[in-house]
């Protein structure tokens, strides 16, 4: 499925919710708690997503020119909305990555779901998805 | 006090407003309070009939306004029974207050060994200058311990305080939980040593009667934000002996007798340390917000709050998954918890779309986060415009919240 369609189908998930900030967030803690087990050992500083108010822990591997990311938070509504970027972002190529504009999050209204210091660590989190798929395109490209 | 609590939610425009759906309820208080009709009145009332500078203007303007910031100082003299009016001092806040001391008192007298005594309870802002200072002087900073309940050691408080003691300065009510302590024993057992003692009463003017001469504090600090008044304007207590001991905090305007390219004479307390233009529409709106308070009661408002606190201390602790951070014996209305297996944050969102306003995090006293080995706390915490039914909306919210996961 293409960014654009994985998009479309959150939109529509989320547009059932409606306004309900309720059960919105129940929602995202809901789809947190499906992201696969990150291995504790994996959970330390240098993974450590800078300019979250929660931890989030992030780490990205590549295979047949894709790049998978596993991440994890303390929180569980942080680890609801990586679950989201994951679920739009993972599994693709650098160049996938590194162009996908990610319109749903405006589009669901995460922004006053969410709160300003929240959507900056969203914020903070997709940079770093950006960052690593930038590092592998220039190590697939050697 | 002779209105009922719909009269009083009436006099604070903020209340009310729905949030994300719901009515608000406004549970942060500690870390500020609303503020009065009153108080939002003064400050455009200044602003659109007497601003102009105070103290030195020629006009009709200037003498107005002048009047009507000395009688803030006035108030806030009666508020906490000070000697007299120039032992008052507006600063920007607690943390200016702890600063200024700890920039003139502590570089006048603390020196290489000396020893200054904080609590595991304080506010990063009652810990920081210190540590500074300590840095700077070779001096050396002290900790009381506290026990499981969130309440100070006296037996190791009674162990540190020694002859090297020069300073205590602690905080009278600890923000993150609440707890009340016993400052009349910390301040005697501290001039039996010859130490002065500062009290931090960010959290306890707004609460509690304070009484600096019954207390016999040297110092205390607090914010007028809350205490139903602006942000950005604090007050400094000192004892005069002390404050005209110490040397300016600031040079400029308005704190000088005399300036020559020779030498500067320092003016008169309390001006010596209000160098610069004072917050002025703030400090004369401050004054309505003490009216309110005194046209209350404090006896009302503890009484009020008290209540408050016992009735959700009853409906909370039957939660499952409840678990309270500090249970002192003496508390003012603040309930800082966790409930297990949930993030306070996750705890915090899913609060405000109730519409309550609570504060999550580590309140910044993470050294007392840490002596409970925890990231932070939920808290919640009442003031005088708070209702029991609002408290019925906590428990319901706190409830479903704690069931997820309990």
Same mark, same amino acid.
């Given at each position: 499925?293409?960014?654009?369609?994985?998009?479309?189908?959150?939109?529509?998930?989320?547009?059932?919710?409606?306004?309900? %900030?309720?059960?919105?967030?129940?929602?995202?803690?809901?789809?947190?708690?499906?992201?696969?087990?990150?291995?504790?050992?994996?959970?330390?500083?240098?993974?450590? *997503?800078?300019?979250?108010?929660?931890?989030?822990?992030?780490?990205?591997?590549?295979?047949?020119?894709?790049?998978?990311?596993?991440?994890?938070?303390?929180?569980?509504?942080?680890?609801?909305?990586?679950?989201?970027?994951?679920?739009?972002?993972?599994?693709?190529?650098?160049?996938?990555?590194?162009?996908?504009?990610?319109?749903?999050?405006?589009?669901?209204?995460?922004?006053?779901?969410?709160?300003?210091?929240?959507?900056?660590?969203?914020?903070?989190?997709?940079?770093?998805?950006?960052?690593?798929?930038?590092?592998?395109?220039?190590?697939?490209?050697? | 006090?002779?209105?009922? *609590?719909?009269?009083?939610?009436?006099? @604070?425009?903020?209340?009310?407003?729905?949030?994300?759906?719901?009515?608000?309820?406004?549970?942060?208080?500690?870390?500020?309070?609303?503020? &009065?009709?009153?108080?939002?009145?003064?400050?455009?009332?200044?602003?659109?009939?007497?601003?102009?500078?105070?103290?030195?203007?020629?006009?009709?303007?200037?003498?107005?306004?002048?009047?009507?910031?000395?009688?803030?100082?006035? /108030?806030?003299?009666?508020?906490?029974?000070?000697?007299?009016?120039?032992? *008052?001092?507006?600063?920007?806040?607690?943390?200016?207050?702890?600063?200024?001391?700890?920039?003139?008192?502590?570089?006048?007298?603390?020196?290489?060994?000396?020893?200054?005594?904080?609590?595991?309870?304080?506010?990063?802002?009652?810990?920081? &200058?210190?540590?500074?200072?300590?840095?700077? %002087?070779?001096?050396?900073?002290?900790?009381?311990?506290?026990?499981?309940?969130?309440?100070?050691?006296?037996?190791?408080?009674?162990?540190?305080?020694?002859?090297?003691?020069?300073?205590?300065?602690?905080?009278?009510?600890?923000?993150? /939980?609440?707890?009340?302590? &016993?400052?009349?024993?910390?301040?005697?057992?501290?001039?039996?040593?010859?130490?002065?003692?500062?009290?931090?009463?960010?959290?306890?003017?707004?609460?509690?009667?304070?009484?600096?001469?019954?207390?016999?504090?040297?110092?205390?600090?607090?914010?007028?934000?809350?205490?139903?008044?602006?942000?950005?304007?604090?007050?400094?207590?000192?004892?005069?002996?002390?404050?005209?001991?110490?040397?300016?905090?600031?040079?400029?305007?308005?704190?000088? %007798?005399?300036?020559? @390219?020779?030498?500067?004479?320092?003016?008169?307390?309390? @001006?010596?340390?209000?160098?610069?233009?004072?917050?002025?529409?703030?400090?004369?709106?401050?004054?309505?917000?003490?009216? @309110?308070?005194?046209?209350?009661?404090?006896?009302?408002?503890?009484?009020?709050?008290?209540?408050?606190?016992?009735?959700?201390?009853?409906?909370?602790?039957?939660?499952?998954?409840?678990?309270?951070?500090?249970?002192?014996?003496?508390?003012?209305?603040?309930?800082?918890?966790?409930?297990?297996?949930?993030? &306070?944050?996750?705890?915090?969102?899913?609060?405000?779309?109730?519409?309550?306003?609570?504060?999550?995090?580590?309140?910044?006293?993470?050294?007392?986060?840490?002596?409970?080995?925890?990231?932070?706390?939920?808290?919640?915490?009442?003031?005088?415009?708070?209702?029991?039914?609002?408290?019925?909306?906590?428990?319901?919210?706190?409830?479903?919240?704690?069931?997820?996961?309990?």
């Amino acid at each position: 499925m293409s960014v654009e369609a994985i998009q479309n189908e959150i939109i529509e998930e989320f547009s059932i919710l409606g306004d309900d %900030k309720e059960s919105t967030i129940f929602y995202i803690m809901e789809i947190g708690g499906s992201l696969p087990e990150m291995p504790e050992s994996d959970k330390i500083d240098q993974n450590i *997503i800078k300019g979250c108010q929660s931890k989030v822990w992030l780490t990205a591997s590549e295979k047949d020119g894709k790049i998978h990311f596993q991440a994890d938070s303390n929180t569980d509504i942080t680890k609801g909305l990586i679950s989201l970027l994951i679920r739009v972002l993972s599994n693709r190529t650098p160049e996938e990555i590194i162009q996908a504009e990610l319109y749903f999050i405006d589009k669901i209204g995460m922004g006053s779901i969410i709160g300003s210091q929240r959507s900056n660590g969203l914020a903070s989190m997709i940079k770093q998805m950006k960052m690593y798929a930038l590092a592998y395109q220039a190590k697939l490209n050697v | 006090m002779s209105l009922n *609590i719909q009269e009083i939610r009436a006099l @604070f425009p903020v209340l009310h407003q729905e949030v994300n759906g719901k009515p608000l309820i406004y549970f942060d208080n500690a870390a500020t309070t609303q503020k &009065p009709i009153s108080v939002i009145d003064a400050l455009s009332a200044y602003y659109k009939n007497d601003n102009s500078n105070i103290h030195r203007g020629a006009h009709a303007l200037a003498d107005r306004a002048t009047r009507y910031y000395e009688n803030t100082r006035t /108030l806030l003299q009666q508020f906490l029974n000070a000697r007299e009016e120039a032992e *008052i001092i507006f600063t920007k806040g607690t943390t200016e207050g702890i600063n200024l001391v700890a920039s003139t008192f502590g570089r006048k007298f603390i020196n290489k060994g000396d020893e200054i005594i904080i609590s595991t309870l304080e506010h990063h802002s009652n810990i920081v &200058p210190w540590q500074m200072l300590c840095e700077e %002087k070779g001096a050396i900073l002290k900790i009381i311990p506290i026990n499981e309940a969130g309440e100070l050691d006296m037996q190791a408080f009674r162990g540190l305080i020694s002859p090297s003691t020069k300073l205590v300065s602690i905080v009278h009510v600890s923000n993150a /939980l609440g707890t009340i302590n &016993p400052v009349e024993e910390i301040i005697e057992l501290s001039h039996q040593v010859g130490a002065k003692v500062l009290l931090d009463g960010a959290q306890s003017t707004s609460h509690l009667e304070v009484d600096v001469q019954a207390l016999g504090c040297d110092f205390l600090v607090f914010s007028a934000h809350k205490l139903y008044g602006p942000t950005g304007l604090g007050v400094l207590y000192g004892k005069r002996d002390l404050l005209d001991s110490m040397p300016p905090y600031q040079g400029g305007g308005e704190m000088i %007798k005399e300036v020559t @390219f020779a030498k500067t004479t320092y003016n008169e307390l309390p @001006f010596k340390f209000e160098a610069g233009t004072p917050n002025i529409g703030d400090v004369i709106a401050f004054g309505k917000a003490l009216e @309110f308070i005194n046209h209350i009661g404090k006896k009302y408002i503890k009484a009020h709050e008290d209540e408050l606190l016992a009735y959700a201390n009853d409906s909370l602790s039957q939660i499952k998954g409840f678990n309270p951070v500090g249970t002192a014996k003496d508390k003012i209305s603040v309930i800082s918890f966790n409930i297990n297996g949930m993030h &306070p944050f996750d705890v915090g969102m899913m609060l405000d779309a109730n519409g309550i306003a609570v504060r999550t995090g580590h309140h910044c006293t993470q050294p007392l986060m840490q002596r409970f080995g925890i990231e932070g706390t939920v808290r919640a915490s009442f003031s005088v415009y708070n209702t029991k039914s609002e408290i019925d909306s906590l428990v319901a919210s706190v409830s479903k919240i704690a069931k997820l996961k309990n």
